[in-house]
Each structure stands twice: as structure tokens, then as C-alpha cells.
């Protein structure tokens, strides 16, 4: 089983991140179905495009387009697979970068210390000996047209083979390559082949970078639409993130308690009058004065347990946090607007960094959110303090107490 040395601080994170963010989704149960057509072999190919809405929390949750490129819900949607049927999940946009899909038996797989699918490990409680021969359902990695591992339960991809070698060593690190390398790589995708008969549970697909992204995949029955087992077993044991309407507005998570005026605040932080400035600025300014407003505010802590460490990562986190709502605030505003991330056009390459910033800090915030937990420290210790009077206030006031003096 591919081992994620943060695997276990991750899991006991998660406990942290679920309490920041009260407002939070149901997952949907209805599975959604893939777009099927009949093969060159003659046999049913079914493909959904892998998506992400990045605007739906923190790190985005994925969204996905099955049959008649339907959209299936932009967050973490219910999927409905037939047993024994090649599937093709598609990783085109941009949306996908920092975030190769995975499928597991349980929730986040490998990032919560459990099991994936892969050639060595049966289907739980299926009593299948395929582990012996590396021959268990276990996704197949693509990139650009070439298949990247050894092993194949897949005919219609390479030759059918045991091996423990299924192409993900390959395809992750892709991933995390500056933006532009890895979009020029060509086309990613992952193709699935559930092939164990006895096996009938829900299982997951999730993101091999960042947990809490994980949605159900459940088997359809023999008419391949409805669920084989209507119950959701597994259960997913977070809930998903929900940014409330202010939040949205700016594009945000967890910036809306911020409004000003705020007593932990300056009254202001962009200090022009925006009254001439066009409504997007405008809109733009304001939440950049909230989501300051959010970060300093989180960015005065005490020095939990004496460590350096834990100041170090309380007074990161909310710089990472509003970094990346920076960013996502300038997406909705239309600045990263580019047909062409390989143009060298000023939006353009915002689009690029914005993107790298966006992903690349959120797994960085859940790195610091794992060693909070390792080194048992708290994952906050806010303080409350009020913002000071501003120097020229301070200045007149000593002015008149001296003045004060003097007359004495
Ligand atoms: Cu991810």
C-alpha cells in the first residue's frame, strides 16, 4: 500500500478543520452516470470529466460531467459504476492541476492510513486471493495517450499482467510540477475497471494531494442506473464545506464574520475612495479589506505550549488561508480572465501564479494543520486583541498632557 509519511497527521487534523467551518453540505445520493458509448473492441467505454469547483471551499471539491456531458453536481457528486465495465476518468482542465484523482476503500484512502485499490489489496472482505498474483481492481494511470504502469486487469489498455506497478508513481509527481510544465505534458487520465464480483460496498474516489475532498462511487444494478446497495456504506466521516453568501461574493471561505468594522481591526485597509473606481474594484477592494480584516485577526496568537513551532504555524495559516482567498477574489473579479495560460499576457500569468498559489498553499496548510497535531499542540490559540489607537492620536494626546505640563 503506497504510504503517506503525513498520512496520520492528516487524520487527526481533520478533527481541527471540520470545527473551523461550521457551515457545512450533506453528501448527494443519487449516483451519477457516465457518458457510455461502445468501444473499438466492441465493449461499453464509459468516461466522466474530472472537474473542480474551486469556489465551493478551501481546496474546491470536484465536480464531474457524465452522460450527455451533464454536469453531476459541484460537490463531490454521488458516481454510479457497472461491475466489469472500462471507465475513463479525464483530467483536462486546468481545475485538475494539484489534484490527481485517487480511489480507495474508504475516504481519502492512503492520506487516512487506508486502503486504496491497487493490484495487492482485495476488495474487503471479498476473500479474493488476487493480492497473491497483483491482480486486484486498481486504477490504470494515463498521460498523454501512454499507459504508465506494468499492471492491467484491462485488455481494451495493455495486456493483462500482475504487477504491482499501476502507473500512480508516475502520474502524481505530474502533478506537482510549476503549472505550465505539467499542462504541457498533454492529457491526463485514469482508467478504472472494477472487476471483483463479490465486493458490493461503496467505495471513494479522492484527491492524492489534498484530504476532505473525498466523494462516493456507488455499483449500479444489472439496468446500470440504479445503486446496486441504495444505503451509503461507508459513511464519509466530515462533512463538506459550504461558503455562505458574502463568502461567495468575494470567492472566500471563512472571511464573512470579517466584515468591518471590527474592533480587532483597522477601519480600513485599502485607504483610497473607491467611489469613482468601476463596481468590480470596488467589490474587489472591500473584500480584500475583509479578508485582511480575517487574517490579522487570526494572526494574533499565543505561543502554545512554549514552541516556536506552534507560533510558526498559527500565524502561517491565516497568511496562507487569505493568500489564496486573495486569489480567488481576483478570479471572480475577472483579472485572471486568459484563453492562453502559455501567453506571457499580464492576466495570464496571474492565472498562473494564482493557481500555484491556490493549491500549492492549501496542501501546505494541511501539512501545518498535520504537525500541530504530531507535536499534540493546538490547532488554534487565538487571542483577542484590540486594535491600538493610531500614532497621531496617541501624538496629540501626549501634545495636550504636555501642554497640560507646562500651564501647571
Ligand atoms: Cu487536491
Not at 501564479?353 to 491556490?358: H, K, P, Y
Amino acid at each position: 500500500m503506497k504510504f503517506c509519511s503525513i498520512s496520520i497527521l492528516l487524520a487527526i487534523a481533520f478533527i481541527g478543520n471540520a470545527k473551523a467551518n461550521p457551515q457545512q453540505e450533506e453528501e448527494t445520493t443519487e449516483p451519477c452516470l457516465a457518458d457510455c458509448v461502445v468501444g473499438g473492441s466492441g465493449d461499453l467505454e464509459c468516461t466522466f470529466e474530472v472537474r473542480r469547483d474551486e469556489l465551493a471551499s478551501e481546496l474546491g471539491y470536484f465536480e464531474f460531467r457524465g452522460a450527455g456531458g451533464v454536469n453531476c453536481g459541484s460537490t463531490n457528486p454521488t458516481l454510479g459504476i457497472m461491475k466489469g465495465v472500462t471507465y475513463f476518468f479525464k483530467q483536462p482542465s486546468t481545475g485538475n492541476y494539484f489534484h490527481p484523482i485517487g480511489f480507495a476503500y474508504y475516504p481519502d484512502g492512503a492520506l487516512d492510513d487506508q486502503p486504496e485499490l491497487e493490484p495487492g489489496i482485495a476488495p474487503p472482505g471479498s476473500g479474493s486471493d488476487c493480492g497473491l498474483t497483483l491482480s486486484c481492481p486498481a486504477p490504470m494511470y494515463i498521460s498523454d495517450g501512454v499507459y504508465l504502469g506494468k499492471y492491467s486487469n484491462n485488455a481494451d489498455i495493455a495486456p493483462v499482467n500482475g504487477d504491482e506497478d499501476f502507473g500512480l508513481d508516475a502520474y502524481e509527481p505530474q502533478f506537482k510540477y510549476p503549472l505550465l510544465d505539467w499542462k504541457s505534458r498533454g492529457t491526463y487520465k485514469v482508467g478504472l475497471k472494477f472487476d471483483d464480483n463479490v465486493f458490493e460496498d461503496d467505495f471513494f474516489y479522492f484527491c492524492h494531494v489534498h484530504k476532505f475532498m473525498s466523494g462516493r462511487i456507488k455499483f449500479l444494478d444489472g439496468n446500470g442506473k440504479d445503486s446496486l446497495r441504495p444505503k451509503n456504506d461507508p459513511i464519509i466521516p466530515y462533512k463538506y464545506q459550504q461558503p455562505d453568501a458574502y463568502d461567495r461574493s468575494c470567492g472566500a471561505t471563512g472571511i464573512s464574520a470579517y466584515q468591518l468594522p471590527n474592533d480587532q481591526c483597522p477601519s480600513k485597509f485599502v485607504c483610497e475612495s473607491m467611489e469613482d473606481e468601476k463596481p468590480s474594484v470596488k467589490k474587489f477592494a472591500e473584500c480584500i479589506d475583509t479578508m485582511n480584516c480575517a487574517m490579522i485577526t487570526g494572526m494574533t496568537t499565543k505561543v502554545n505550549k512554549g514552541s516556536a513551532i506552534a507560533l510558526f504555524n498559527h500565524q502561517m495559516i491565516p497568511h496562507h488561508q487569505q493568500a489564496i482567498n486573495m486569489c480567488k477574489a481576483l478570479d471572480i473579479e475577472g483579472s485572471t480572465e486568459c484563453d492562453d495560460i502559455f501567453t506571457e499576457e499580464p492576466q495570464c500569468l496571474l492565472k498562473v501564479l494564482c493557481q500555484e498559489i491556490i493549491n500549492v498553499q492549501n496542501a501546505q496548510i494541511q501539512t501545518m494543520r498535520g504537525i500541530l497535531s504530531a507535536l499534540d499542540l493546538d490547532q488554534t490559540d487565538d487571542c483577542v486583541v484590540p486594535i491600538a489607537k493610531s500614532a497621531k492620536s496617541k501624538k496629540s494626546k501626549s501634545r495636550k498632557s504636555a501642554k497640560g505640563i507646562k500651564r501647571d
